[in-house]
């Protein structure tokens, strides 16, 4: 089955550390995006990729890193630099950046992250 | 599960009837909307999608009525069932940019048996 696979679907994270998340996609699309779901919230794009070895801010991408060094994987990195990294994690995948007709965003499961 | 659906307003139906949640949007140059169904510890699915040369679609078992005077979109589900319990958000767009997308907050569907 297509789909994207985000893992690890929790994790916890002390203070100060570095976490990664990650992000695949069988799809054979282009673009790949980061989202953060806070309670009460909309959902806030962190960063996104239009296609490989390139990718763009997002709204909210202070305390963020990410990469796109191959079409299916986008992996997210919550920096130390992120005040309140604490949120649920969704990436997501569409054909091309651009919508036209069926060109929807599919998201995966998410990765809920905490910081202890 | 996750607690996105905190904080967000409810509607709570039987099952068997219909549904109609609503969402306000902020753009008047908004040209695409799309609703996504959010169930416990999953990611969004989409649901339907409009464009704002129509006034209504309809799918299996939903229908989006979008009213550009008053920037307000709703979707409505028929013989609403346990299943459909989630909660449900809209999203618009303008200029045909995936990465432009707003998401509002989001409806709690409660499917009481």
């Known amino acids: 089955d297509g789909g994207i696979t985000q893992s690890p679907k929790y994790l916890f994270r002390k203070e100060g550390q570095n976490v990664t998340l990650s992000c695949e996609q069988n799809?054979?699309?282009?673009?790949m995006y980061w989202y953060r779901q806070d309670p009460g919230q909309g959902l806030r794009l962190i960063y996104y990729?239009?296609?490989?070895?390139?990718?763009q801010k997002g709204d909210i991408a202070e305390g963020y890193s990410v990469s796109r060094e191959k079409k299916e994987s986008f992996p997210l990195t919550v920096t130390s630099a992120q005040k309140n990294p604490t949120a649920f994690y969704l990436c997501?995948?569409?054909?091309?950046?651009?919508?036209?007709?069926?060109?929807?965003?599919?998201f995966g499961a998410g990765s809920r992250l905490t910081v202890l | 599960g996750e607690s996105v659906g905190l904080h967000l307003p409810t509607l709570s139906v039987q099952e068997g009837d219909n549904s109609i949640i609503n969402c306000a949007y902020s753009?008047?140059?908004?040209?695409?909307f799309i609703w996504y169904k959010q169930e416990s510890g999953k990611g969004p699915q989409f649901i339907i999608d409009?464009?704002?040369?129509?006034d209504k679609r309809q799918g299996q078992r939903v229908t989006v009525l979008l009213n550009k005077t008053v920037k307000h979109l709703s979707l409505q589900i028929a013989a609403t069932q346990p299943g459909d319990s989630a909660v449900y958000f809209c999203?618009?767009?303008?200029?045909?940019?995936?990465?432009?997308?707003?998401f509002g907050t989001g409806t709690l569907l409660a499917v009481q048996p």
């Open positions: 997501a995948s569409s054909i091309t950046i651009y919508h036209s007709g069926a060109n929807v965003l599919t």
């Open positions: 799809l054979n699309h282009d673009a």
């Open positions: 990729s239009q296609i490989v070895n390139d990718f």
């Open positions: 753009n008047s140059a908004s040209d695409y």
């Open positions: 409009i464009r704002s040369n129509m």
């Open positions: 999203a618009e767009g303008y200029g045909g940019a995936t990465n432009k997308l707003i």
